[in-house]
């Protein structure tokens, strides 16, 4: 075996990761949501933030992600900010279940659509079905 230069080395691809080609999701009605205020529940996982990332093409005048988990949160907003600057991105750390919370997000923000995605772990699931049917349905006041 011979050694690896400086040269040979190239940055990680997401098509690398995923072992095919990443999925694009063109909605019809997407082309509606320019200047307006978009709100993705689940927005720092990988499939809300992949519909975060698509979503900018279509020009929102602003982006809320709402999701639990506040470093990934963190980093998407981090992303997409960088990404275009010109777009309004709120990172919103909240459990979807706290439907008070759900509510002043919704009073505070005023979104034109919404995004709500199913928890997809398989790691206790069973426990958290109930709870993320619950979360999704209030979370659409």
């Known amino acids: 075996m011979g050694a690896l230069g400086s040269n040979q080395l190239r ?3 997401i098509e690398d990761l995923l072992g095919r080609a990443p ?6 009605g997407w082309s ?3 200047g307006r205020t978009v709100l993705i529940t689940g927005g720092a996982g ?3 933030s992949e519909l975060a990332r698509q979503v900018t093409a279509f020009g929102p005048g602003r982006l809320i992600l709402v999701d ?3 470093s990934l949160l963190y980093f998407i907003h981090l992303e997409i900010s960088r990404l275009h600057p010109q ?3 709120v990172p919103v750390v909240a459990d979807i279940t706290d439907q008070a919370r759900i ?3 919704f009073a505070a923000h005023r979104p034109s659509t919404y995004s709500t995605l199913p928890h997809t772990s398989t790691s206790r699931s069973w426990r958290r079905i109930p709870w993320r049917r619950y979360g999704t349905t209030s979370s659409a006041p």
């Open 11 to 13: 940055d990680v691809q």
């Open 23 to 28: 999925s694009v999701w063109i909605w019809i």
């Open 32 to 34: 509606g949501i320019s």
């Open 46 to 48: 990988s499939i809300g």
């Open 68 to 70: 639990q988990a506040e």
């Open 87 to 89: 777009l309004d991105v």
């Open 103 to 105: 509510e002043q997000i």
